[in-house]
């Protein structure tokens, strides 16, 4: 079985430019979770999706950030214009199931931003 | 914010020793989870324990929780150089269907 395929693997962009990522689940998978990974530090959530929804975007800094799942399974993650700041690994992960194996995550190799 | 805070920062340790990474957490969970991350990769699940458990083994892998005083443990036994790797906890942030995740333990074995 196939883990979560995450595109690019890096990115190396200018500041003000537009970046997006891609993310393709394990199959099945209902819920998908886009996070930042900042050096050093661990994963914090961006937001995350049950099928098609987004059911919690609360940390999705939405003045530069979107991010979509159509049909319920790939999703993109996109940054217009990208800061700085946003330079880390972006990590995509999914998990299925119902119950405490619901929050077992399965994650993507992740995709590592440069801002300059 | 950073539910979990992980101790040491880094750990490093010959092969054949033990490593004990320990993990505090501040609100109520159903359960918690270790992960470990290789150098440019994603996390891997490795182990998970729910509350109402004491301690938990997996291969090479023990963990302990104690509710009480809101933190774990993850002892891996033997070590091997391959077990070079960044190791997190998560929690599930008083039941929710979010994990938070610490901050890590870089663990190092020496070959």
């Known amino acids: 079985e196939a883990g979560v395929v995450q595109s690019p693997r890096y990115k190396i962009i200018e500041k003000k430019q537009p970046v997006a990522f891609w993310c393709n689940p394990i199959s099945g998978h209902n819920t998908l979770y886009w996070y930042r990974q900042n050096l050093g530090q661990g994963p914090e959530l961006l ?10 975007d609360s940390q999705l800094p939405k003045d530069r950030f979107s991010a979509e799942r159509l049909k319920g399974v790939d999703s993109t993650l996109k940054i217009q214009p990208a800061e700085l700041g946003d330079s880390a690994v972006y990590l995509c992960a999914s998990s299925s199931g119902t ?9 993507g190799a992740g995709t590592r931003l440069s801002v300059l | 914010s950073q539910q979990g805070e992980e101790d040491p920062q880094a750990l490093s340790i010959q092969e054949g020793e033990n490593a004990t990474m320990n993990c505090s957490y501040k609100t109520s969970i159903n359960n918690l989870q270790w992960y470990r991350q290789n150098s440019g990769r994603g996390l891997v699940h490795l182990i998970l324990i ?4 004491r301690e938990k083994h ?3 892998l023990r963990v302990t929780l104690d509710t009480s005083k809101k933190s774990s443990s993850l002892l891996i036994t ?4 391959a077990d070079t790797a960044s190791y997190f906890c998560a929690t599930d942030a008083g039941g929710s269907e979010k994990l938070v995740f610490g901050k890590g333990t870089k663990l190092t074995v020496n070959p």
């Open chain 2, 78 to 81: 033997a070590s091997r150089a």
């Open chain 2, 50 to 53: 729910r509350s109402n458990e």
């Open chain 2, 58 to 60: 997996s291969g090479r």
């Open chain 1, 47 to 56: 937001i995350r999706y049950e099928n098609e929804e987004a059911v919690d």
């Open chain 1, 99 to 107: 119950g405490f194996t619901k929050n077992i995550q399965y994650f």
